[in-house]
Each structure stands twice: as structure tokens, then as C-alpha cells.
T-cell receptor, first 116, second 110 residues
Framework: GAVVSQHPSWVICKSGTSVKIECRSL??????MFWYRQFPKQSLMLMAT?????????EQGVEKDKFLINHASLTLSTLTVTSAHPEDSSFYIC????????????FGPGTRLTVL | GQQVMQIPQYQHVQEGEDFTTYCNSS?????IQWYKQRPGGHPVFLIQ?????EVKKQKRLTFQFGEAKKNSSLHITATQTTDVGTYFC??????????FGKGTTLSVSS
């Protein structure tokens, strides 16, 4: 069945560096993808909606200059955490709609970011 | 703003006991979805309920959508150790993005 992949699965970086996370839809096209953030033992918080061919839509309180989103193609969205700080350490998960007529989602396996 | 609440936050049961998690939305939902996240894993879609009062079953799992389309429940009969994980309900917000409940983490001891 359709799958969403993410790369890398985990990354450790130093404060001040930037980290790029890729989200790919396999075997299907996704004009829209979603980026979530999950802290340990907490729920998923929507960060932004990635739109192919147009600017991403960010949720209230999410800094668009810090979390850069690029939806480069119908199968690829990237999230770049710029000038990362320890408080950016988290589990980042992307998703893509399973079926355009429903709201159900396929989730990627997630990327665990640790900023030292 | 729109909120989705879930209780309980944690539940521990003995294998073979039943388990129920409840979900309530502050607004009427067009549909409710349930996802399961195993420890260290990512959310996996379980089911979507669309109709008022709808009940769906998946083997030992029974899902209900309330008449007012603001609440839902997931009931597991005779839990097994493979049922361990966090169960999230989610409802659509703007577009097709989802707003998630806080989840109920189920632990099962054999």
C-alpha cells in the first residue's frame, strides 16, 4: 500500500546549525503534506501545511523563518530547522492524505532531532 | 479554538480485561479518526467514522461516533499485549489537517 518515508530517521546536531528533514510519498502524489511535532509522551501538534507550488501555511505560534518548508515536487516536502537550539529537539512527523476525498492520513516514520 | 480532548491519559489493564478510551470535541466534526502509535513508532490509521451514531468493528476493537458528532469512543475487548500503545482520536480542522487528542496510553500486563 501507499507509504510515506522520512529521512533521516534521527539526527544529532550542534546548536546554531541547520537540519533538513525530507518527507516523501511513495507510489502516490501528494499536493499537500503536513508537518507535526511531538514531544515525549505528548500528542502531535500541527506545525504547518506544505503545499506543492505555493507557500506553506503555518500554525499560530510557529516561526516560518525558523522552520522552512519547501514542497519541491508532488512527492517531496522538506522541513529545514534553521539555527537549531536545544529546545527544538523533538520528534518531527510528516503526513500525507491517504485519499483526497477523505481527511485520513498516512504518517511518515518520524525524525528524532536532538540539538546539543 | 477547536479542541479535542481524550480520557483517560493512561490506562493499565491485565491481559484479557477490556479497555475504553473516550474522545470529545469542542465542535461538531465532519468525521472522527482513530490512530494507534506503538512505543517508538508513528501513528497508524485505524478507522474513520463519518455518520452520526455510527458504530464500526475491527475484530476486538469497537468504534463509536456520537449522535451529535462531537464525541467518540474506542473499546477493546479482551486486551492482548499486542494492543499496547497510544491511541489517538483526531478530527479535521481547516483543509485536511488533523487536530489530535492528547491520546490514551494503554499498557497491558500478562
Amino acid at each position: 500500500g501507499a507509504v510515506v518515508s522520512q529521512h533521516p530517521s534521527w539526527v544529532i546536531c550542534k546548536s546554531g546549525t541547520s537540519v533538513k528533514i525530507e518527507c516523501r510519498s511513495l507510489d502516490f502524489q501528494a499536493t499537500t503534506m503536513f508537518w507535526y511535532r511531538q514531544f515525549p509522551k505528548q500528542s502531535l501538534m500541527l506545525m504547518a501545511t506544505s503545499n506543492e507550488g505555493s507557500k506553506a501555511t503555518y500554525e499560530q505560534g510557529v516561526e516560518k523563518d525558523k522552520f522552512l518548508i519547501n514542497h519541491a515536487s508532488l512527492t517531496l516536502s522538506t522541513l529545514t530547522v534553521t539555527s537549531a537550539h536545544p529546545e527544538d529537539s523533538s520528534f518531527y512527523i510528516c503526513s500525507a492524505p491517504r485519499d483526497p476525498s477523505t481527511d485520513t492520513q498516512y504518517f511518515g516514520p518520524g525524525t528524532r532531532l536532538t540539538v546539543l | 479554538g477547536q479542541q479535542v480532548m481524550q480520557i483517560p491519559q493512561y490506562q493499565h489493564v491485565q491481559e484479557g480485561e477490556d479497555f475504553t478510551t473516550y474522545c470529545n470535541s469542542s465542535t461538531t466534526l465532519s468525521n472522527i479518526q482513530w490512530y494507534k502509535q506503538r512505543p517508538g513508532g508513528h501513528p497508524v490509521f485505524l478507522i474513520q467514522l463519518v455518520k452520526s451514531g455510527e458504530v464500526k468493528k475491527q475484530k476486538r476493537l469497537t468504534f463509536q461516533f456520537g449522535e451529535a458528532k462531537k464525541n467518540s469512543s474506542l473499546h477493546i475487548t479482551a486486551t492482548q499485549t499486542t494492543d499496547v500503545g497510544t491511541y489517538f482520536c483526531a478530527g479535521p480542522q481547516a483543509g485536511t489537517a488533523l487536530i489530535f487528542g492528547k491520546g490514551t496510553t494503554l499498557s497491558v500486563s500478562s
